[in-house]
C-alpha cells in the first residue's frame, strides 16, 4: 500500500477511535472494547474499499456492510459519521432517548447501516441473504460481515457459514474480530470456538489470517478474497480489544463499560498524542 | 422510599442461598455478572456452569440436566430466553414438563440505552402460551427471592421474569407468597389497578393520587401470570365494577390479555390496559424511557379515570 494512503488511513482510525471513546463517554454506557478493536477494518472498508456514497445510502447496488456483533455500534457510527452519513456531533446524543443512535444497529433510523442487528449470530445470516440477493440479480456488490469470537458461540454462526459455501457466496467475506475476549473472560474458558480457522475451512470456506491492525495486511487479505471464485471467505483478524486506549488493552472488563470522564480524557488524550505522531 | 434492589440481584442472591442444595444446577450464557447468577458461582463454581453466547443450546442441555434429576436454572436476558431460544423451550422444556426454571432477565424497555434489540417486550405473552408453564413477574426483591425458593421447590418449568433496574422495595421482608396467589396491596371500592413487576409501585402510587380525587383504588399485585389467580380478578370485577391492568409488557398478549380472558368469562365489566403500546422500545436512560412509553403513575390515573367514565356510563 502506497505509504500516503496507509497513513491517511491510520490517522482516521486514530479520529474514528475518539469518537467511539466520545460517543460511549457521553452515553455513560456502550462497548468500547470490540469498537476499538474493529476499527482499523471499519476504516479501511469504509474509507478505501467499499462502493457507498454517504448522499445515496440505500443506493441498490452499492457494497454491504453487517455488523454481527452489533453492540459495537460505537465504532460503526463513528466511521459512518467521519465518512459523512450523518454528523460527527451526532455522536453525542448516542444511546440518548432523543437521539437516532441507537445502542445497537437500527437500518431504519441510521443513514449507512444496511441490517439492524444486536441479537448475536443473526447478522451473519442476514449478509449471506444479501449475497445471495446479489447473485439472484446479477449483481457485482459485496457483502462483508464482522463477527465477534466470542459470538461464534452462536450455532446459527454455522448455519449460515454451512447455507454461504453451500450456495458458493464468493461475493460475502466475514471478518471475525479476533481479540480473544467475551464478557465474562477469556474466549478459550468461557466457551472454546477454537480452532476457528479449521471450522471455516471445513466449512467450506476459505481463510486468511491477519494483524487486525496492518492495514497492508487488510488490503491484501480483502484483494485475496475478491479474487476467490466458488467460496466464501473468512478472515480471522486477531486483534487488541480496547486498542489505542492504555488502560483498555485487552481488558475484558471495558467490554461493555463507559469511560468516566477523566478516563475519557487521558484516553483521547492518548489519541491526540499519536496522531501528533503520525504528523510529525 | 425504601431501599432499592434490582430483582435480578435478588434472583442471584437468592440462588446463593438455596446452593447448599447439591440438586441444584445453574446455567449461565456469558453474562453471569449480569444476570447475577455471579452470585451463586461464588459460593458453588462446580454447579455453575457457562454455557457461551449460545442461548438454544443452553435451554437444551437444560433440559437433559433435568431428565436427570437435576433442578436447573437457566439464565440469560428474557429476549434471547423466552426469544431466541422460543423453540428450544416449548419443545425441550415446556412439552416434557422438565424441572428447568429459566431466569429470564433485563426484561422490558427498562433495560434502558440498549435499545429495542435487547428490550423484551413479548416474553409474557410467548411464556404464558405454553402449556404447563408458570410464569412469574415479581415486583420487588423480596418478593423474587421469595418465589425463586418457591419455584426451585415446585416440580415444572417455571419462566422468572426480572428487571435490570433498581426497583423499590414494597414487601415486608417476612411476607409470604404463594406461587398462583396474588396478593391484594390495597383495598379499594371503585376501581381495581392490577400490576405485576415493576408497575405495582406506580399502581401503589396512583392509587394514592386517586384517593385525593375522592376515588377508591383496589391495588392487586399478580406475581404471578400463570397460573393465574382468577378468584381474586373475578372478586375485584364484581366489587369495583372497572379493572386497569399495567404492566411493562406490550399491551397484546401479557397482563392485561390475560386478565381480560378471565374477565370477559366470568363478569365483563370495563377495562384499560397501561403497558407499551404496541410498539418496540428504544435506547434512552430508563427513566427516559417509561416516560416516553407511560409507564407511569400519571398514565394509571388518566386510565383509571377513563375507566370510570365507562362504567358511570
Ligand atoms: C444472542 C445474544 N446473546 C447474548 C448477547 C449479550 N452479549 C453482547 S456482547 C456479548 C459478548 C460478545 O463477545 P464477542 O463476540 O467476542 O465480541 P467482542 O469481543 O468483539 O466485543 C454478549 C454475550 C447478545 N447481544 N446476543
Ligand atoms: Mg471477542
Known amino acids: 500500500m502506497d505509504a500516503k494512503v496507509k497513513l491517511d488511513l491510520m490517522k482516521t482510525a486514530a479520529m474514528i477511535r475518539k469518537g467511539i471513546i466520545t460517543a460511549v463517554a457521553t452515553a455513560g454506557s456502550g462497548h468500547p472494547g470490540g469498537s476499538l478493536s474493529a476499527a482499523d477494518i471499519l476504516t479501511y472498508l469504509y474509507f478505501r474499499e467499499m462502493n457507498i456514497d454517504p448522499k445515496n445510502p440505500k443506493n441498490p447496488d452499492r457494497d454491504r456492510f453487517v455488523l454481527s456483533k452489533g453492540h459495537c455500534t460505537p465504532g460503526l457510527y463513528s466511521t459512518l459519521a467521519h465518512r459523512g452519513f450523518f454528523p460527527v456531533e451526532d455522536l453525542k446524543g448516542f444511546r440518548q432517548v432523543s437521539s437516532y443512535l441507537e445502542g445497537h444497529p437500527n437500518m431504519n433510523y441510521v443513514p449507512g447501516v444496511d441490517m439492524s442487528t444486536g441479537s448475536l449470530g443473526q447478522g451473519i445470516s442476514a449478509a449471506v441473504g444479501m449475497a445471495l440477493a446479489g447473485k439472484l440479480d446479477n449483481k457485482s456488490y459485496r457483502v462483508y460481515a464482522m463477527l465477534g469470537d466470542g459470538e461464534l458461540e452462536e450455532g446459527q454462526v454455522w448455519e449460515a457459514a454451512m447455507a454461504a459455501a453451500h450456495y458458493k457466496l464468493d461475493n460475502l467475506t466475514a471478518f471475525v474480530d479476533y481479540n480473544r475476549l467475551q464478557i465474562d473472560g477469556n474466549i478459550t474458558e468461557v466457551m472454546n470456538p477454537e480452532p476457528i480457522a479449521d471450522k471455516f475451512l471445513a466449512f467450506g470456506w476459505d481463510v486468511i489470517s491477519i494483524d487486525a491492525h496492518d492495514f497492508d495486511e487488510i488490503e491484501k487479505a480483502v484483494e485475496k478474497a475478491k479474487a476467490n471464485k466458488g467460496k466464501p471467505t473468512a478472515i480471522i483478524a486477531h486483534s487488541i480489544k480496547g486498542k489505542g486506549v492504555s488502560f483498555m488493552e485487552n481488558q475484558a472488563s471495558w467490554h461493555g463499560s463507559a469511560p468516566k470522564k477523566e478516563q475519557a480524557d487521558q484516553a483521547l488524550a492518548e489519541l491526540d498524542a499519536y496522531i501528533e505522531s503520525l504528523n510529525g | ?313
Do not use: W
Open chain 2, 1 to 313: 422510599m425504601s431501599e432499592k434492589i434490582a430483582t435480578r440481584v435478588a434472583y442471584g442472591t437468592a440462588l446463593a442461598e438455596i446452593g447448599h442444595n447439591e440438586n441444584i444446577v445453574v446455567l449461565d450464557a456469558d453474562l453471569s455478572k449480569s444476570t447475577r447468577t455471579d452470585l451463586f458461582k461464588k459460593k458453588y463454581p462446580e454447579r455453575h456452569i457457562n454455557m457461551g453466547i449460545a442461548e438454544a443450546n443452553m435451554m437444551a442441555v437444560a433440559a437433559g440436566l433435568a431428565t436427570c434429576g437435576k433442578t436447573v436454572f437457566a439464565s440469560t436476558f428474557a429476549m434471547f430466553a423466552a426469544g431466541r431460544a422460543f423453540d428450544q423451550v416449548r419443545n425441550s422444556i415446556g412439552y416434557p414438563h422438565l424441572n428447568v426454571k429459566i431466569g429470564a432477565t433485563h426484561a422490558g424497555i427498562t433495560v434502558g440505552e440498549d435499545g429495542a434489540s435487547h428490550q423484551a417486550i413479548e416474553d409474557i405473552a410467548l411464556m404464558r402460551s405454553i402449556p404447563g408453564m408458570t410464569v412469574i413477574s415479581p415486583a420487588d426483591a423480596v418478593s423474587t427471592k421469595a418465589l425463586v425458593k418457591k419455584a426451585a421447590e415446585m416440580y415444572g418449568p417455571v419462566y422468572l421474569r426480572l428487571g435490570r433496574l433498581d426497583v423499590h422495595v414494597i414487601y415486608p421482608e417476612d411476607a409470604e407468597f404463594e406461587i398462583g396467589k396474588g396478593v391484594c396491596l390495597k383495598e379499594g371500592t371503585d376501581v381495581t389497578l392490577i400490576a405485576t413487576g415493576f408497575m405495582v409501585e406506580k399502581a401503589l402510587a396512583a392509587a394514592e393520587a386517586l384517593k385525593e380525587s375522592g376515588i377508591s383504588a383496589r391495588v392487586i399485585d399478580i406475581h404471578t401470570i400463570k397460573p393465574l389467580d382468577e378468584e381474586i380478578i373475578i372478586k375485584a370485577a364484581k366489587e369495583t365494577g372497572a379493572i386497569v391492568t399495567c404492566e411493562e409488557h406490550n399491551v397484546l398478549g401479557g397482563l392485561g390479555s390475560a386478565v381480560a380472558e378471565v374477565v370477559v368469562k366470568n363478569f365483563p365489566v370495563p377495562m384499560e390496559m397501561v403497558g407499551v403500546e404496541d410498539s418496540f422500545g428504544k435506547s434512552g436512560k430508563p427513566a427516559d424511557l417509561v416516560e416516553k412509553y407511560s409507564l407511569t403513575a400519571e398514565k394509571v390515573i388518566e386510565k383509571a379515570k377513563l375507566v370510570l367514565e365507562r362504567k358511570k356510563a
